[in-house]
């Protein structure tokens, strides 16, 4: 299996671990936004949106930028294609597992019907 770097992986996936900010990348997809006005959509103080921005900006997927005494925050340049490359790796793992265990499953029923037992 390719080997990932941790510390990149622990950011990216504890970036996107809280709802809350992966509605503001949902929320930044569509157009920039400035911190405040994320803070009033999500119903938070801005200096809770300021941490949760920094948690974003830690893990390259938000960059921001100060004009005068507005920050705007945009999507980085972060496009998680080795976080996705990750989980797909463990998705065809399970994927096969759960083929493995249905085909046994299917096999049992078989004897079962051929028994009589069903």
Do not use: P
Request: a positive charge; one cysteine or more; proline letters at 0%.
């Amino acid at each position: 299996m390719v080997q990932y770097s941790q510390s990149h992986f622990d950011a990216s996936f504890g970036a996107l671990s809280d709802a809350t900010r992966r509605g503001v990348l949902e929320q930044l997809g569509r157009a920039d936004a400035s911190i405040t006005a994320l803070a009033e959509k999500f119903h938070m103080t801005l200096t809770g949106m300021k941490k949760h921005v920094s948690v974003l900006e830690q893990a390259g997927l938000v960059r921001t930028e100060k004009v005068g005494r507005v920050r705007t925050c945009r999507l980085g340049s972060r496009r998680l294609e080795e976080e996705a490359a990750w989980i797909e790796s463990y998705r065809a793992v399970w994927a096969e597992r759960f083929a493995s265990l249905d085909a046994v499953v299917e096999e049992l029923k078989r004897k079962e019907k051929s028994n009589g037992q069903l």
